[in-house]
């Protein structure tokens, strides 16, 4: 298995509230992602980073920011937690070898009252 | 734009029979497809992937897809259903050459129930 760490694994917070999840990873891989999984609507793209301090918007960004200032370590920030926030959050990672499969960690159910 | 639809929701088999998840997809270039596994409270984990040559992919746990340019489709299918199976599937498709940043869009998932 890839060495992915997501913490917290479980976290409640309430609405207005700032939440930063952490994905951690110990294969330095070049590329990493943070994706969010809802009933009926699959993986979702939130932002993902090609290097220290690179990064850019998936497809649902709004509300939400990164930071990844070593290789190994990518947060992801609600600046103002919302109910619509509520969801599954998983980090994945890619290298920048020729391969083009993404490893993904455990993930991080938020849930937003 | 790269999409993928998966057929079924839900999907319940007898232990021993034919697994058969469909998977159809769309991309402006020749595509790379993946089949993603997911135990319950798990993450993803890649069960096979399509990327160039043989169409017909083998993965782990006895599971197969065949890459069918003409019909736009990667079923993955297994001869015989075991309890173990019992998961939610993904289909992916990415237009990302190896190497780079991969846009990968994921299906909305297949969950495989095996009844005893």
């Known amino acids: 298995d890839a060495g992915i760490t997501q913490s917290p694994r479980h976290k409640v917070t309430e609405t207005g509230t700032p939440v930063t999840l952490r994905c951690h990873q110990t294969?330095?891989?070049?590329?990493m992602y943070w994706y969010r999984q809802d009933p009926g609507h699959g993986l979702r793209l939130i932002h993902y980073?090609?290097?220290?301090?690179?990064?850019d918007k998936g497809e649902v960004s709004d509300g939400y920011s990164v930071s990844r200032s070593k290789t190994e370590d990518f947060l992801l920030t609600l600046e103002s937690a919302t109910s619509s926030q509520t969801s599954v959050y998983f980090c994945?990672?890619?290298?920048?070898?020729?391969?083009?499969?993404?490893?993904f960690g455990p993930g991080t159910r938020l849930t937003v009252l | 734009a790269q999409s993928v639809t998966q057929l079924g929701s839900h999907v319940s088999v007898s232990e021993g029979a034919l697994v058969l998840l469909r998977c159809n997809y769309s991309?402006?270039?020749?595509?790379?497809l993946f089949w993603y596994v997911q135990y319950p409270n798990q993450g993803l984990q890649l069960l096979l992937k399509?990327?160039?040559?043989?169409?017909l992919v083998k993965g782990i746990n006895g599971f197969e897809a065949e890459f069918k340019k003409s019909e736009t489709s990667f079923h993955l299918t297994k001869p015989s259903a075991h309890m173990s199976d019992a998961a939610e599937y993904f289909c992916?498709?990415?237009?990302?050459?190896?190497?780079?940043?991969?846009?990968?869009?994921f299906g909305i998932g297949t969950k495989l129930q095996v009844i005893p």
């Open positions: 994945a990672i890619s290298p920048s070898s020729s391969t083009d499969t993404q490893y």
């Open positions: 992916a498709v990415s237009d990302s050459p190896p190497g780079g940043y991969q846009k990968v869009t």
């Open positions: 294969e330095n891989h070049r590329y």
């Open positions: 980073s090609y290097g220290v301090k690179d990064t």
């Open positions: 991309s402006s270039v020749p595509p790379y």
């Open positions: 399509y990327t160039t040559g043989a169409t």
